[in-house]
């Protein structure tokens, strides 16, 4: 008979109880009412508030709350998560699966689009809910496999040898604990062909306390090169804490980029951009891309028109060096890659 020590029993204790990240995704605002009512919000934009959240429902923790000004309903963070009445407007080419992802999925939870890589949905919620994502109507429930599950999309892995390159994607994949992820890891690295893992992930931004120990001990322990795309669309989401979440990943030797998509009324400003580069690099996070918006129904009040889209660009390489400049694309359903503008 094994006799467990006081501090075995008070270790397993420990790794049973929630971590403070997992705490603060419980307990994120999903009540329009509270999001208006904690940030001294008019109520004139309830209405509109709600009808938006009764199409894709609001999501906020805490630690994004605190950076958005109070009483300020043109705050570029609080204008990604405050629904707007204009979300109900049916406007021409914005339609609920943008980028004809239910095309490409061979198993569920599995979406395989480009060559050589392919994107596994491994969690189905988000910390966050932005009101521009392509992903609101997603049918997540039909793509959240067990992991009993996986084993259908890790055949598929193992059955393919051109792919080099998995990508956790959902939802956000750090949304799912660590020992689910770990686990998942750990049979991916055992496909030898296999050679990155990259995980796209808003959760190190808005709960940057979810770059704890027990994340960085799976990530920094994989025999797979790692690449983490970040998620941030304006400076003022860039805080300590971010920055000091950012520094603990570099130092697990997770190569950092970011992808922003272009908003109108948050960041379709020149100086917001050169300042967007300016922060991430000195967070040590590369910008990578600067999508325009995919066209998701629900979302058409967020768009930039091309030729502004190439104008900004344009007036942003004036000011920046070059590794500061993301690359403007647009996702086209079917092509080989993403699409410079
Ligand atoms: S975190 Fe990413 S996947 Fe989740 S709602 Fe925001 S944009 Fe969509």
Redesign the pocket.
Known sequence: MITRTPIAVHREAESRAPAAWQHQLREVIRDPRVLCQRLGLDPALLPGASAGHALFPVRVPEAYLARIRHADPYDPLLRQVLPLAAEQDAVGGFVADPLAEREHTPRPGLIHKYAGRVLLIASPT?????R?????HFPYAEHAPSMREWDASLDYLRGDASIREVIL????PLASPDRRLAELVARLEAIPHLQRLRI?S?LPV?IPDRVDTALLDWLGGTRLQKVMVL?INHAQEIDAAVVDACRRLAAAGVTLLNQS?LLRGINDRVDTLAELSERLFAAGVLPYYLHVLDPVSGAAHFDVDDDSARALVAALRERLPGFLMPRLVREIPGEASKTPL
Do not use: E, K, L, P
């Open positions: 988000c910390a966050i809910n932005c521009y994502c392509f992903r609101r994607s959902g939802g956000d796209h808003r808005v998620h998509v």
